[in-house]
């Protein structure tokens, strides 16, 4: 069973930074695939990246590419999302996702099986 800890989350101005943290546990077998998905108010949950094995690919919302930057650290077993020039409409609840790799079909919600509680990020404008 994998337990995924979300931190990092809080209020900021437009054009400002924030990273979140996402602690994975309690899983030993095969590589695990992981992303971060995000929820504004009244919206549908949506994709913001996915990594893959071993910090290589990955695949970026439009909407963020070029301003959020995803990592993570395998030692640690912890993902990371570096978000820079942040905008109010990327206010939203963040969620990190993870799925054994050897599983995932794809990068929509449905296709991860283990979900952190979310963080909390609001941009001002």
């Known amino acids: 069973q994998v337990q995924l800890v979300e931190s990092g989350g809080g209020s900021v101005q437009a054009g400002g930074s924030l990273r979140l943290s996402c602690a994975a546990s309690g899983y030993s077998g095969s590589s695990l695939c992981m992303g971060w998905f995000r929820q504004a108010p009244g919206k549908e949950r949506e994709g913001v990246v996915v990594i893959y094995t071993g910090g290589g690919r990955t695949t970026y919302a439009p909407s963020v590419k070029g301003r959020f930057t995803i990592s993570r650290d395998n030692a640690k077993n912890t993902l990371y999302l570096q978000m820079n020039s942040l905008k109010p409409e990327d206010t939203a609840m963040y969620y990190c996702?993870?799925?054994?790799?050897?599983?995932?079909?794809?990068?929509?919600?449905?296709?991860?099986?283990?979900w952190g509680q979310g963080t909390q990020v609001t941009v001002s404008s």
């Open positions: 996702a993870a799925e054994p790799c050897f599983l995932l079909r794809g990068t929509d919600m449905g296709d991860f099986g283990y």
